[in-house]
């Protein structure tokens, strides 16, 4: 649990509702959390499921790593306690979103297993939808677009999943993409697919 240190601060209740700010835009908000090893396509697919659910006419956006470094958290680092820190933060603005009936697509590795099932802690009943990139190890390094692996091999990037630190899949997403065999628009297909199944495409 994160220490409150800020005092004398009440909680203010919205006198727009969730339900009525979902049925305003036609459709339920969520969180679609996107984890796997870097390289593995997460932000590739979201960003497909993005442009998917544009087209539809539903309200989503895509919260992406490296970016919301570069801003809200560019003050952390890849330690275990910045990188809890970092999916904190983003879990708390991913619900901000969501209740305000938008669906957030948030592409973070996201290593621990624990940092996202408190993100899913903070998220209502069917809002928290844990999506697994499945891509192995080898596959991520031989597409390695930034050159990170190579880096990480060489000793140059410390703290760097699955090679000097951990990365702890999921062990009951809502869904799994296989990302070592299938290309990125069958996987945003499948995405959209779970969306429309589970009755979150419509109020």
């Known amino acids: 649990m994160t220490e409150q240190k800020a005092t004398n601060v009440t909680w203010h209740e919205h006198l727009v509702s ?44 895509v919260l992406d790593g490296d970016n919301i470094r570069m801003g809200l958290n560019k003050n952390l680092g890849f330690s275990p306690e910045d990188r ?14 969501a209740h305000a009936g938008t669906f957030a697509l948030t592409a973070f590795i996201s290593p621990y297993r624990d940092d996202r099932d408190k993100v899913r802690a903070v998220l209502g009943a069917n809002e928290f939808i844990e999506i697994y990139v499945d891509a192995s190890l080898e596959k991520c390094e031989e597409r390695d677009p930034k050159g ?26 809502e869904l799994v993409l ?26």
């Not at 679609?32 to 309200?59: E, M, P, Q, R």
């Open 18 to 61: 969730k339900d009525e700010r979902f049925k305003l835009n036609g459709h339920k908000g969520a969180v679609l959390w996107f984890t796997g090893l870097s390289a593995c396509g997460k932000s590739t697919i979201a960003n497909a499921v993005d442009y998917k659910l544009y087209l539809a006419g539903k309200h989503s956006f």
């Open 148 to 173: 990170l692996y190579k880096k990480a091999r060489a000793g140059n990037l410390p703290n760097f999943t699955g090679i000097s630190a951990p990365y702890e899949a999921p062990t009951n997403p």
């Open 178 to 203: 296989d990302s070592n065999t299938k290309g990125i628009e069958e996987l945003a297909d499948e995405v959209i697919a779970y969306l429309q199944k589970n009755g979150y495409l419509a109020v």
């Open 84 to 97: 809890t820190e970092n999916i904190r933060r983003i879990g708390e603005v991913a619900k901000l979103f």
